[in-house]
């Protein structure tokens, strides 16, 4: 009996593990063998080209103020035209207090700077005084004719600096509240036309323009550093006489006082930047076809071109007649340490704006922000790990390449711009967003594997699958 117990059992056995492999593949025992579900992923290699900008749309937002050379990148020179807005409705001591003007001094403040920090910089400072005026509601491009705001001819006053200011003690440079400034005590001549001016002026912005249409600062000597100005100020001191009784006795007492002409958001400032080695540096790159190159302020940008026929052509052919399911897709850029030659390297951009070329001479005009679901532009951030910008392309290409596939569109590739910005964000508990984005204007330059590039070119991984 236990002999036939146990060949039962085994008997037994066999049948239920025959029941469960019959049951795994019941499905795609029924299921017609077109209906199997695959997932590719796919590698395209993007061409791309360098993009040299003659200008940039001036936001308002940095200033830049100096020069600086680098031996691969060449020179970039930054000078600032700045409108300074009055007191409104400021009125003088009365004439018989004898006011009396004492000085006119600038303030130039700067948080940050790039270059050496003991290299002198001598500045200059003179009157906007040519045929043209810098209006508010106007656009001005960062190649704007400085001959057309001032003649040049007679300075309001020069100085020569460095970045550090060794005559403030170190515990105060090293304070988190200190700010380096740039004080220059300008002509009398000009402190004495801004004291005359009638009380006028000072009903609004416009009529104070008109009498002094504002600053031209430049950098006369000096090719090692580039400021990143914060704030600029004019201040007009003067003094006057002030009688009282005490006592029954007549006392008389100078007051000193002083007024402020900011250079604020009521009134323009713009930037004028120039490239002298310009076409020396397009002819240096020609040549390297496995590299692009991005570089600020107005310089250089990358192109890079998105083959959505290409694409959308080799899934359709993969998918077989299947309906199409985009899950995902990268695109990375390589950087590469090159014209690394100086001692004082290129910073790196933090962020970069990836945006279509077609809508990228307003995107910033129109104060555009990328969104989550973005088929215009798409921001990528440094990895420093990896050394290269990351950009999540999946909602960007389900729109272009799935309405190419499904002939809703007739785009055949998208030519994209990569911009460097500087993104500013806004916190809500744990999350950020971003609130703003502006082209970036401080001193910034990276290398990029190029299409060409012969071991790692720019590609496209997208991960999809047909059902």
Same mark, same amino acid.
């Given at each position: ?16 593990? *025959? ?17 199997? %579900? ?11 080209s ?13 200033l ?11 020179t ?6 700045a ?27 700067? $948080? ?56 403030? *003690?170190d515990?105060?440079? /090293? ?17 004495? $036309? ?22 031209y %600062? ?17 201040r007009l ?27 604020? !958001? ?15 540096? $397009? ?14 302020? *107005?310089?250089?940008?990358? !192109? ?8 959308g ?37 933090? *962020?970069?704006?990836?945006? @279509?070329e ?39 290409? !389900? !729109? ?37 984005? /502006? ?9 990029? @594997? ?18």
């Amino acid at each position: 009996m236990k002999k036939l117990y146990f060949l039962f059992c085994i008997i037994c056995s066999f049948c239920l593990v *025959a029941c469960e492999e019959n049951n795994e593949n019941l499905g795609n025992a029924v299921k017609p063998e077109g209906d199997e %579900i695959f997932v590719s992923v796919d590698t395209f290699f993007l061409p791309s080209s360098n993009q040299f900008i003659n200008s940039v749309y001036l936001q308002n937002d940095t200033l830049l103020l100096g020069e600086v050379y680098h031996p691969f990148y060449g020179t970039t020179k930054a000078d600032i035209l700045a409108q300074v807005a009055p007191p409104l409705n400021y009125t003088y001591p009365p004439t018989e207090q004898n006011p009396v003007v004492d000085s006119l001094l600038l303030f130039i403040y700067y $948080k940050s700077w790039y270059g050496a920090s003991n290299s002198p910089i001598e500045i200059s400072i003179y009157e906007l005084n040519g045929d043209e005026t810098i209006t508010y509601s106007s656009e001005y491009y960062s190649d704007i004719n400085v001959g057309d705001y001032s003649k040049k001819d007679i300075p309001m006053g020069k100085t020569i600096m460095t970045s550090i200011d060794k005559s403030v *003690a170190d515990s105060i440079r /090293n304070d988190s509240s200190y700010t380096p400034v740039i004080r220059y005590k300008l002509e009398d001549s000009y402190a004495q $036309k801004l004291f005359e001016l009638p009380e006028s002026v000072y009903k609004n912005e416009e009529d104070f323009l008109k009498e002094f249409k504002g600053l031209y %600062i430049t950098s006369t000597f000096g090719s090692s550093t580039m400021l990143n100005i914060s704030k600029i100020d004019l201040r007009l001191f003067y003094h006057y006489t002030r009688r009282y009784e005490i006592d029954g006795k007549e006392v008389e007492d100078v007051v000193s006082s002083w007024i402020n002409f900011p250079a604020n !958001k009521d009134v323009r400032q713009l930037n004028s930047i120039t490239h002298p080695q310009k076409e020396d540096f $397009k002819t240096k790159i020609e040549t390297i076809d496995s590299l692009n190159f991005v570089a600020t302020p *107005a310089s250089i940008y990358t !192109k890079v071109n998105i083959p959505i026929k290409t694409i959308g052509n080799q899934i359709i052919q993969k998918l077989n007649g299947k309906t199409l399911s985009l899950n995902r897709a990268a695109l990375n850029l390589e950087t590469v340490n090159f014209g690394e030659t100086s001692d004082i390297q290129m910073p790196i951009p933090s *962020a970069m704006l990836l945006v @279509r070329e077609d809508f990228a001479e307003n995107y910033f005009k129109e104060n555009n922000l990328p969104l989550t679901n973005d088929t215009v532009a798409i921001i990528g951030y440094y990895n420093s790990s990896t050394e290269e910008y990351d950009f999540d392309l999946s909602y960007f290409t !389900k !729109k272009y390449i799935k309405d190419y596939i499904e002939q809703k569109n007739t785009i055949d590739e998208l030519n994209m711009l990569l911009i460097p910005v500087d993104v500013k964000l806004s916190y809500i508990d744990d999350s950020s967003y971003i609130t703003g984005i /502006n082209s970036l204007f401080k001193i910034s330059g990276v290398a990029i @594997r190029s299409g060409q590039h012969p071991t790692s070119p720019i590609k496209l991984k997208i991960t999809y699958s047909g059902f």
